[in-house]
């Protein structure tokens, strides 16, 4: 009987262990989400500041710069800015930050465990795994040596004699290309910040970041302006954008290294050897040092394809899609802990958010693009074909949302011989793209519409096949009743995406009102706009309340 209690006990023991282990790993994953959450709140306010700041600066400087300095400031100089981060370590981020690197799950015993007598980490243990991912961060810094030069010397040898007549040309391209190394010298702390969710190190940082830039972009600008209302070209021109930028990457740097030196062990953050029975003695994983290289390959063909609408856009630059997409996608590694219902549950809010939003673009602000652009450029502007070509892009901005999101998950969840394959089906898009622009644009002589629609067809059939693959990813192998992949089905659904029929009648009946309003009282003068605007406010009122 004794014998009998006692096993008794004991399963009631392992019982409760068992509970408490599954409570607290509900508690780990309610713990990861709402972190994410937060974080992702953080740095969705950070670059609605960051690039409503930026927009208003440009308004700004518009009025004391001539276009050609301009245009040289904030798209040749942006895109050699571009170029050298998103190809040095855009691939690298993304394997990165699939992986765990919390440093904080691991205190300095037990890293002291996963190490051999000669100071060399064990790849399998804890401390290893962490490693692995510590010494890898590095590798953009030296990649990131030859990016800068090359695209330096591309630059100032390979300029046009416009470019090289501005003043301060090569100064300002030398700092641009010195600001982008100096980004990449913190590669390191920032995989470190976003792994270990510390989002409010980022958020800081960015935000005074933008602060310092936009004051002295405002005041060179300011202090060039030629004397007296004499005729000629703003003194300092170019070279304010490029010294802000400087500082901007100073503001970073001193930033996340004095946070690090303050708050951290550096030890942890050293490269270390490494050391299983797979690879022997390592530097890098071949694991993930493969997935970074089949990135940075994804990030090269996706730079060509995403860069080609930026004369088209320069002073709007994906002004809502960089808000909304960018912190989510960087978020992603914390979400990718949920669970699978729950992450799909979430991937589906993202989604159906982004199409309401698109929805808001569609149904109201395709009627206010000329109102937009008379208010912020002038008549001269909003009288063109630029307010009809920026009613199309508010089309555009939704099929850039969900490309953003679908791509975002592919990226996170997919295999390495998945996103081999989607290398090549991207070679394939930019053909389609291609196809579609000399169809619109020399076939239709559509211009810049033409270009818009070319990148919608180019986006679209990359959401295909990234929606095609999530739904293989949730479906195949599940396992699980008939109930329960019936449910799945239903929620991967088009139909399930799709906001309520109420819902979709109201933004079309808003577009109605708002084209009329647009037609029939305008936007020419003071008082046509405060009409037109309010009209359109009433509309957004009453859709909200439906929606």
């Avoid at 690879?279 to 993930?288: A, M, P």
């Avoid at 109201?506 to 936007?523: D, E, K, P, R, V």
Wanted: net charge neutral.
């Amino acid at each position: 009987m004794s014998r009998h209690v006692k096993e008794n006990s004991n399963e009631k023991d392992n019982e409760i262990i068992e509970n408490k282990s599954e409570s607290e790993s509900q508690g780990d994953v309610s713990k990861i989400l709402s972190s994410s959450v937060a974080g992702a709140s953080s740095l969705v306010m950070l670059q609605l500041i960051s690039r409503l700041a930026t927009f208003v600066l440009h308004q700004i400087v518009l009025r004391y710069t001539d276009p050609a300095t301009f245009g040289i400031a904030s798209v040749q100089l942006e895109l050699l800015l571009a170029t050298i981060l998103f190809l040095s370590r855009e691939g690298f981020r993304c394997a990165l930050l699939r992986g765990s690197g919390d440093v904080s799950e691991v205190d300095h015993d037990e890293n002291l465990q996963g190490k051999s007598k000669d100071s060399i980490i064990f790849g399998n243990s804890p401390a290893g795994s962490i490693q692995k991912i510590t010494n890898l961060s590095y590798v953009p810094i030296p990649i990131g040596i030859i990016t800068t030069f090359l695209a330096c010397v591309f630059y100032i040898f390979y300029a046009t004699e416009e470019s090289l007549a501005t003043p301060y040309y090569v100064t300002s391209v030398v700092l641009y290309g010195l600001a982008a190394f100096g980004e990449l010298i913190i590669e390191p702390l920032y995989i470190a910040t976003m792994n270990n969710l510390i989002f409010t190190l980022r958020v800081r940082c960015e935000m005074v970041g933008v602060v310092v830039r936009c004051v002295i972009t405002l005041t060179m600008t300011l202090m060039g302006i030629p004397k007296n209302n004499e005729k000629g070209k703003n003194a300092y021109g170019i070279l304010a954008f490029a010294v802000a930028q400087f500082a901007f990457m100073l503001v970073l740097l001193i930033g996340y290294v004095g946070y690090f030196i303050s708050n951290w062990d550096i030890q942890l953050l050293k490269p270390r050897k490494l050391k299983d029975e797979r690879q022997g003695v390592f530097w890098f994983d071949e694991h993930l040092f493969g997935l970074a290289k089949t990135f940075t390959k994804q990030s090269l063909l996706k730079h060509v394809l995403t860069e080609g609408d930026k004369m088209l856009i320069a002073w709007l630059r994906s002004l809502i899609v960089r808000i909304f997409f960018q912190p989510l996608e960087e978020t992603g590694p914390a979400a990718r802990k949920i669970v699978l219902t729950t992450s799909l549950q979430v991937l589906l809010v993202l989604m159906k958010f982004h199409l309401l939003l698109g929805l808001l673009f569609i149904g109201l602000a395709t009627n206010y693009t000329g109102t937009l652009i008379d208010l912020f450029v002038g008549p001269v502007w909003s009288k063109s074909l630029a307010p009809f070509a920026l009613s199309i892009y508010c089309i555009y901005v939704p099929i850039m949302g969900i490309n953003g999101i679908t791509e975002a998950f592919v990226a996170a969840v997919a295999t390495e011989e998945t996103l081999s394959v989607l290398n090549y089906w991207l070679i394939a898009f930019s053909a389609g793209f291609v196809g579609a622009g000399i169809i619109f644009m020399k076939g239709l002589s559509a211009g810049a519409v033409g270009l818009i629609a070319a990148n919608m067809f180019n986006l679209s059939t990359r959401i295909v096949w990234s929606w095609n693959f999530i739904k293989s990813y949730f479906l195949k192998d599940r396992g699980g009743n008939k109930q329960e992949m019936d449910e799945l089905k239903r929620m991967l659904s088009v139909s399930n995406l799709l906001p309520k029929p109420l819902v979709l009648i109201s933004f079309g009946l808003a577009w109605i009102i708002t084209y009329f309003s647009n037609q029939f009282i305008g936007w020419e003068t003071l008082d046509a706009k405060i009409k037109h605007i309010a009209i359109g406010g009433v509309c957004a009122i009453l859709v909200a309340g439906i929606t």
